[in-house]
């Protein structure tokens, strides 16, 4: 049984923020969740994927977070309480359908994870979600710890019904990747199934519809205005004539701080766990009693701007800082010692800095950039396409996933990036506006998720570019997830279809389509050559399991590689592969026999043809 079945009330258990989560949406009574994968919300997807192996709880890898979205409305609107999670840039996908949701509303509870990245570990920008709250106007919890987060999902289900629309609920990477001992609690039952009760003058939104239900959202958010001011997730601790208003992770950042100063009858806290709308009245109370007041939040200053405007609307004159030269700043993560020092700074606080220790003897820790892993499939496409391309003005725009990282020398087959899916969308702009060769790479989630669009929109317009597809499995990057083209037989699951991305491309139009495999590199540069003379749309599908996915599934690969003396130290393989699994030792070029997965790849680009497989040297 999973361990986040367990039917055992007051048990301890030891979970990731992201498995808290997971177990709060089975004691709020979730049957219904939907997601399209990405860090740092990506194990809570995987623990539903488990679940539902064991359970009558259903759980998709939607297409893309938008498609994710609108399931999860359909369930909730047909009485079913569901939840839709994703990461933060997810949301921009989903926007669409949440902006006209919040109108819409819900009837069983619906919540909405997404999970922002501050310093962006693996995330292309690092924007701050609480604007989708305000944006949209719907409800919005912030949980500061591992067991608030688990707790939170069930009151946020009952908000959300309460109110009668969906309730956002934002984490970030230090709530989803901390782990802490959390106390369970009951696991009611499931309500599986619905009933849709029509209603076409409030669901089917034509302007005459919207009108009234814009109306309906004000009304709704004027309740949760009420709800927030006594919520108990938003609550005052500590006295004194200063204060701090913290949210999320930056609450324990402020307690340790206010511990570690000796201030706590100095120092009080007024901690915001429902965010959105913010708890007016209890600001107001709380201002009050300050000589002055500090705005601790990781991101913009979300809740500095709401908290000015409370003050203003209620003629406090009391000092507010937050963002700003000498105060905190909108980039990157919080840390205790910064939130500890920027804090003594403003309250004119007695403050001695940890003095580093002193490190100036100790060599430099060498640099380990992100690489492709060892026999990737996608240096090998990567190598192909450069010597097809070799004498081109070439331009390469990218997408999402694990191939990013051609970005990297010695590969550097990455131009441009901007989100899931434009790497086929920007080809059209840089095919039109320039008479460089464009060859965009695109994996086949991403393809899924959004690449299909602009696909059809290239061939529609008659753009002039390649399109490489590596269908490399799975969704490599956020832990090996399906997607509509993944064979679920291998894992073990029946009753899925599978979607030929080939066909698909077919059937869009697209007249000149090339299939390769990877590792038989004379081949795919001859085939990638002659899709790069094509005039027009062509498309590349390098088709290659992932090899890590591929060694989950007991796929092996073959007997690793070893350098024979036949070389001469010309170091092609090194120069112009990178793979990991290659070193040198006493000036000469080596195989991690334990790394090497006998891709074969390395040894077809040997000039001298010295690099031979393990069994051949016996």
């Known amino acids: ?61 939607s297409t893309n977070e938008k498609v994710a979205l609108e399931v999860a409305a359909a369930a909730a609107n047909s009485g079913v309480r569901s939840m839709c999670v994703m990461k933060h840039v997810g949301l921009n996908v989903a926007a669409d359908t949440l902006m006209t949701l919040a109108y819409v509303g819900v009837k069983a509870g619906l919540v909405i994870l997404t999970a922002d990245d501050p310093f962006m570990f693996s995330s292309q920008n690092e924007q701050d979600n609480r604007y989708y709250a305000k944006l949209s106007g719907i409800a919005m919890m912030e ?109 324990n950042y402020v307690s340790d701080a206010i511990k570690e100063l000796k201030v706590q009858d100095t120092i009080k806290i007024l901690r915001i766990g429902f965010s959105h709308p913010m708890p007016s009245a209890l600001v107001t109370d709380f201002l009050k009693g300050c000589d ?47 939130v500890k020092h920027i804090m003594a700074d403003f309250f004119g606080l007695q403050y001695s800095p940890v003095q580093p220790v002193d490190i100036s003897g100790i060599p430099e820790i060498p640099q380990r950039p992100p690489n492709l892993c060892a026999g990737c499939s996608h ?20 997408d999402i996933g694990c191939y990013t990282l051609g970005l990297l ?18 080809a059209c702009g840089f095919s039109t506006a320039t008479d460089q060769k464009v060859i965009a790479f695109i994996g086949d989630s991403t393809f899924f998720h959004s690449g299909i669009p ?19 499995g799975t969704t490599a990057m956020t ?47 001859e085939a990638v050559r002659r899709a790069l003379e094509f005039k027009g749309v062509s498309v590349v599908i390098s088709r290659e399991l992932c090899a890590l996915f591929a060694k989950s599934l007991k796929i092996s690969r073959g007997k690793p590689f070893y350098v024979s003396n036949k070389c001469k130290n010309h170091r092609d393989c090194i120069e112009q592969l990178g793979c990991p699994a290659f070193y040198i030792e006493d000036e000469k070029v080596k195989i991690d026999a334990d790394t090497c997965i006998g891709c074969t790849l390395c040894a077809q680009v040997c000039p001298e043809h010295a690099i031979l497989p393990v069994k051949a040297s016996l």
């Open 409 to 426: 020398p010695p590969l550097s087959m990455a131009d441009f990036l901007i989100c899931m899916g434009s790497s086929a969308g920007t």
């Open 479 to 525: 832990g090996h997830q399906p997607h509509p083209g993944v064979d679920m037989n291998q894992l073990g699951y029946s009753g899925y279809g599978k979607v030929s991305i080939e066909n698909m491309v077919r059937a869009i139009g697209v007249s000149h389509v090339e299939v390769i495999r990877p590792y038989r590199v004379k081949k795919s540069i």
């Open 1 to 61: 049984m999973h361990k986040l079945l367990s039917t055992e009330p007051g048990k301890k258990l030891l979970l990731l923020g992201n498995e808290a989560i997971a177990r709060g949406a089975l004691e709020a009574g979730v049957a219904i969740a939907t997601t399209y994968p990405g860090t740092p919300s990506s194990e809570i997807s995987a623990n539903f994927f488990e679940i539902a192996k064991e359970t009558d709880f259903y759980f998709e890898y």
């Open 292 to 338: 002055k007041a500090l705005i601790v939040e990781e991101g913009e200053p979300w809740m500095e701007e709401a908290v000015k405007a409370i003050a203003q609307e209620a003629q406090i004159t009391v000092l507010i800082k937050g963002k700003g030269k000498h105060f905190f700043s909108r980039l990157y993560e919080f840390d205790p010692a910064m």
């Open 454 to 472: 602009p696909l059809i929109n290239a061939v529609f317009n008659h753009h002039n570019f390649t399109l490489i597809i590596l269908e490399n």
């Open 379 to 398: 240096r090998a496409t990567y190598y192909a396409v450069k010597k097809a391309a070799k004498g081109l003005d070439t331009l390469y725009p990218t």
């Open 143 to 251: 949980p500061s710890s591992v067991t608030e987060a688990l707790q939170m999902i069930a009151y946020a289900v009952e908000l959300s019904e309460q109110l009668q629309e969906p309730v956002l609920f934002r984490t970030t990477t230090r709530i989803n990747h901390s782990s802490e001992i959390v106390t369970t609690g009951e696991i009611p039952k499931r309500i599986t199934k619905g009933h849709f009760q029509k209603d076409p003058f409030h669901y089917v939104t034509v302007p005459a519809v919207s009108r009234k239900l814009h109306q309906k959202l004000l009304k709704h958010q004027k309740a949760a205005r009420t709800i927030s001011d006594s919520c108990p997730f938003n609550f005052t601790e500590g006295s004194g004539n200063y204060g701090v208003i913290c949210n999320g992770v930056s609450y």
